[in-house]
C-alpha cells in the first residue's frame, strides 16, 4: 500500500502563472482532502471531495483556485494566476467510507511545496 | 464552530526529560480528537486518536494524551523525550457525528529535544 502520494514535491511558479498538484488516495479510499500549511502555521482545511463531487469547499478561496476528483485518476488541486500569497505546502488526505475500519482517520500525503517568485 | 488552541508555540526540553505538549478545544458537539507529528520538510504522521471509550490513549513513539472532557483539553506527554522526537506537533479536532473527517488544527507546537 504505497499510502496517500502527491506530487510533484516541489513547484516554482512565476507570478500569473497556473499550479496543478495532484493528489492520488490510499487504494480503497474514496474520500479527499486539501490543506494548506502557510509558513510557521497550522494547516487551514480547504475542500473535502468524494470521487466526481464537491461536498465542503468552504476553505478555499473564491478567486482562482479549484479542484476536482474525478471518476478516473488523481484529485487535482489548481490554482490560476499565482501569487506569492500562494505560497505555502498543500496537502493532501484521505480517508475510507464510513463504517470502514480507520474511517476516522485521515491519512496525510507528504505534501507538495509551491513557491510563487 | 469548532476551534484547537495550542497553548505553547515552542517547548525546548532536554534529552530524557518529561514533556506535555498542551491542547484544549472549544466544540458545542462530540468530538474526536488527534495529535500528528510533522518533521521537518514531511508530512503529516498520526501519533494518536480519540475516537471514544477509555480517555486515556496511548500512541506511537511513547506518547500518550488523556482526554479531558470537563476542561476539553487533550493534552500530549511523553515521559522521556529523545533527539529524533525534535518535530512540529498539531492537534486536532473532528465532530464525530459529522458525515465526514473535516479537522480542525490547532497552530501548531515546535517540541526542541537538546542533548
Known amino acids: 500500500n504505497a499510502g496517500v502520494m502527491q506530487n510533484p514535491r516541489h513547484l516554482v511558479r512565476r507570478r500569473g502563472q497556473e499550479a496543478r498538484l495532484r493528489c492520488s488516495p490510499m487504494?480503497?479510499?474514496?474520500?479527499v482532502y486539501w490543506y494548506r500549511q502557510l509558513p510557521e502555521e497550522g494547516l487551514k482545511f480547504m475542500v473535502y471531495?468524494?470521487?466526481?463531487?464537491?461536498?465542503?469547499e468552504s476553505g478555499m478561496p473564491k478567486e482562482r483556485f479549484s479542484a476536482e476528483f474525478p471518476k478516473e485518476g488523481p484529485s487535482i488541486l489548481r490554482i490560476q494566476q499565482v501569487v506569492r500569497g500562494d505560497s505555502a505546502a498543500y496537502f493532501c488526505a484521505s480517508s475510507p467510507n464510513r463504517g470502514s475500519s480507520g474511517a476516522n482517520v485521515l491519512t496525510f500525503g507528504a505534501g507538495s511545496r509551491l513557491t510563487v517568485l | 464552530a469548532q476551534s484547537v488552541t495550542q497553548l505553547d508555540s515552542q517547548v525546548p526540553v532536554f534529552e530524557e526529560a518529561p514533556v506535555e505538549l498542551r491542547c484544549n478545544y472549544s466544540?458545542?458537539?462530540?468530538?474526536?480528537l488527534f495529535w500528528y507529528v510533522q518533521y521537518p520538510n514531511q508530512g503529516l504522521q498520526l501519533l494518536l486518536k480519540y475516537l471514544s471509550g477509555s480517555t486515556l490513549v496511548k500512541g506511537i513513539n511513547g506518547f500518550e494524551a488523556e482526554f479531558n472532557k470537563s476542561q476539553t483539553s487533550f493534552h500530549l506527554r511523553k515521559p522521556s523525550v529523545h533527539i529524533s522526537d525534535t518535530a512540529e506537533y498539531f492537534c486536532a479536532v473532528s465532530n464525530s457525528s459529522g458525515g465526514y473527517n473535516k479537522l480542525i488544527f490547532g497552530a501548531g507546537t515546535r517540541l526542541a529535544v537538546h542533548p
Open positions: 471531495l468524494q470521487k466526481e463531487n464537491i461536498i465542503d
Open positions: 487504494k480503497g479510499h474514496s474520500h
Open positions: 466544540s458545542s458537539v462530540s468530538v474526536y
